[in-house]
């Protein structure tokens, strides 16, 4: 499993378009993807960018195949060289809002798993300019955004308090501010037809992190409404996963299974990610360009839930 996932995440990262980039431009002349963004480019957009070479750097360490292990080597050699990350870090510099705060959250992911390696160092000045980013807008932001694709505010949280140690505290005084007082989440009213996070166990995953285990206790037994679980636990019927809005909720089972792992509800996820493993390699680009990180994800939560 994991050298088809390392395959696809190597083929994906290398294919420049399609590609969103979603920039503003400042004159008549469209830039090239690998010319914006000499690290993180391919993979459609930016942000998938970013969280498939984290993948990457995660995979290369399970894989027995060393031919398989080295591409995925070699594509972060490629990719996180100093030059190209200064180049990143001065556009986040520039362009302080740009993927607020969905990206900001996976670079800083990235920056994690690759502590201790060979490429720390070079990640090192975009660590500290998200960092920045991220100050700024915690000190701004008034209220969250609750719906479920990447402006979601809990799930940005939840991976930035894992990722990073000096942001813990600004994270963990915002998310008592935004949830703590949160009761009797409405889960009926979601889904729309593009979510990819499930908001209701995003906050939840988020304030296990947040709050000591007896007041979590508490509080998600005040937020959670009967029926909630079932609710999450039922696999999605998708109709054209072609469709990029669409294959979004291939990736909501995916995000789905993690977040219920996450806060030790791990029963029933099972069937969430059996129904999302046939789109996560093969020729739907819209599909592989990014699930297999969510997959990860979930098979890692997986992991932790079981004894040692």
């Known amino acids: 499993m994991y050298e088809s996932w390392a395959r696809t995440v190597a083929r994906v990262v290398a294919q420049e378009y399609p590609a969103a980039m979603h920039h503003e431009q400042d ?113 701004t932001q008034q209220w969250p955004v609750r719906h479920g694709a990447h402006a979601n505010s809990a799930l940005a949280l939840l991976l930035i308090h894992d990722a990073s140690p000096r942001l813990r505290e600004p994270v963990e005084r915002t998310a008592r501010a935004w949830f703590g007082g949160d009761r009797d989440y409405p889960h009926a009213w979601e889904v729309s037809g593009h979510d ?14 947040v709050l000591p285990a007896g007041e979590f206790e508490s509080w998600q037994g005040g937020f959670f409404a009967p029926g909630a679980f079932a609710f999450y636990t039922a696999p999605i019927q998708v109709n054209d996963p072609e469709d990029g809005q669409q294959a979004h909720l291939v990736g909501l089972m995916l995000t789905r299974a993690w977040l219920l792992r996450e806060i030790g509800r791990p029963e029933g996820t099972q069937r969430l990610v059996e129904a999302a493993a046939p789109h996560l390699t093969g020729e739907n680009f819209m599909a592989t360009h990014w699930l297999i990180t969510y997959a990860l994800l979930a098979e890692d939560a997986d992991a932790a839930q079981r004894p040692a």
């Open 27 to 139: 004159g008549p002349r469209l830039a090239a993807p690998h010319e914006l963004h000499p690290a993180f480019w391919g993979s459609y957009d930016w942000h998938s960018c970013v969280h498939m070479l984290c993948t990457a750097a995660k995979l290369q360490l399970r894989i027995d195949d060393l031919r398989t292990a080295t591409l995925l080597s070699d594509l972060l050699d490629e990719r996180l060289t100093p030059d190209n990350l200064a180049a990143e870090a001065a556009y986040l510099r520039a362009h302080p809002l740009y993927e607020r705060p969905y990206g900001w959250a996976w670079a800083l992911q990235l920056a994690k798993t690759c502590r201790g390696t060979r490429w720390e160092t070079a990640l090192g000045p975009l660590e500290a300019q998200l960092e920045r980013n991220v100050a700024a807008w915690l000190g």
């Open 196 to 209: 990819f996070v499930p908001n209701g166990l995003a906050e939840a995953a988020l304030m296990r992190r």
